[in-house]
C-alpha cells in the first residue's frame, strides 16, 4: 500500500499569513505513460464531508479561491494557502488514487493564531 | 446539481449486518463510478470500496474484503455496501462518494455525501 504521510499535524497561522501542508508519499504516484500525478487534496470543515481542492497535484477545482495551490511531482507535495483567511479552518487530507487501496494522509488540522 | 444521500446506519451488535443506501441525483449513476469512504470517531478518512461506472471493476480495502460488498441499483439509481460480520472497528461515519470522471478508475472524489454513522458495539 502507499502511505502517505503529511506534516505537520497542525499548524497554527496568523490571518493574512501564509499556511503551508507537505505531503509525501512512499511510492511516486507519477504515472509515466500520461505524466500525470494522480494525487489530490481535500478540505474537512467540522461537521461536513471533504471537498475537493486539488486533483492531478496541482489543478485547482472549480470555485476554489486562488490562495490554494498545489504543487510537487513524484512523491513530495505541496498545498499552499497564500493568504489564510477565517474560513480556511478545517482539516486537510492528502490523496494518491494510484493504485488501489487509495489512501489519505493523516490529517493537518489549521488554525488560526 | 449532484446530491448524494447516505441512509442505512444505525447500532448494530458485533458480528451482524448492515446495508448502506446511497441515493444519487442530478447525475446517472450506471454512467459513473462511485466509492465509499469511512471515518472513526474523531479520525481521519480511509477508503472502502470502489465500483466502475459499468461495474465491470470494484476493489475493496484488505480489512473489508470478504465482508463488505459494493453493488448498484441502476433502475433506482441507488449504491449500495453491504456489510457482514461486523466488527468494533467498522464503527465509523460512512460517505458514497462519486469519481469526478466518471468513466476513469483512478480518480479523485469530488462530491461526497452528507455521511451515516456505523456503530458496532455490544
Known amino acids: 500500500d502507499v502511505v502517505m504521510t503529511q506534516s505537520p499535524d497542525s499548524l497554527a497561522v496568523s490571518l493574512g499569513e501564509r499556511a503551508t501542508i507537505n505531503c509525501k508519499s512512499s511510492?511516486?504516484?507519477?504515472?509515466?505513460?500520461?505524466?500525470?500525478?494522480?494525487f489530490g487534496w481535500y478540505q474537512q470543515k467540522p461537521g461536513q464531508p471533504p471537498k475537493l481542492l486539488i486533483s492531478s497535484a496541482s489543478t485547482r477545482e472549480s470555485g476554489v479561491p486562488d490562495r490554494f495551490s498545489g504543487s510537487g511531482s513524484g512523491t513530495d507535495f505541496t498545498l499552499t494557502i497564500s493568504s489564510l483567511q477565517a474560513e480556511d479552518v478545517a482539516v486537510y487530507y492528502c490523496q494518491q488514487y494510484l493504485s488501489t487501496p487509495w489512501t489519505f494522509g493523516q490529517g493537518t488540522k489549521v488554525e488560526i493564531k | 446539481q449532484v446530491y448524494l444521500v447516505e441512509s442505512g446506519g444505525g447500532v448494530v451488535q458485533p458480528g451482524t449486518s448492515l446495508r448502506l443506501s446511497c441515493a444519487a441525483s442530478?447525475?446517472?449513476?450506471?454512467?459513473?463510478?462511485m466509492n465509499w469512504v469511512r471515518q472513526a470517531p474523531g479520525k481521519g478518512l480511509e477508503w472502502v470500496a470502489v465500483?466502475?461506472?459499468?461495474?465491470?471493476?470494484?476493489d475493496y480495502v484488505d480489512s473489508v474484503k470478504g465482508r463488505f460488498t459494493i453493488s448498484k441499483e441502476n433502475s433506482k439509481n441507488t449504491l449500495y455496501l453491504q456489510m457482514n460480520s461486523l466488527r468494533q472497528e467498522d464503527t465509523a461515519v460512512y460517505y458514497c462518494a462519486k469519481m469526478k470522471y466518471c468513466h476513469g478508475f483512478s480518480e479523485p472524489v469530488d462530491f461526497w455525501g452528507q455521511g451515516t454513522l456505523v456503530t458496532v458495539s455490544s
Open positions: 511510492q511516486s504516484v507519477l504515472y509515466s505513460s500520461n505524466n500525470r500525478d494522480y
Open positions: 442530478g447525475f446517472t449513476l450506471s454512467n459513473c463510478g
Open positions: 465500483m466502475s461506472h459499468d461495474g465491470s471493476r470494484v
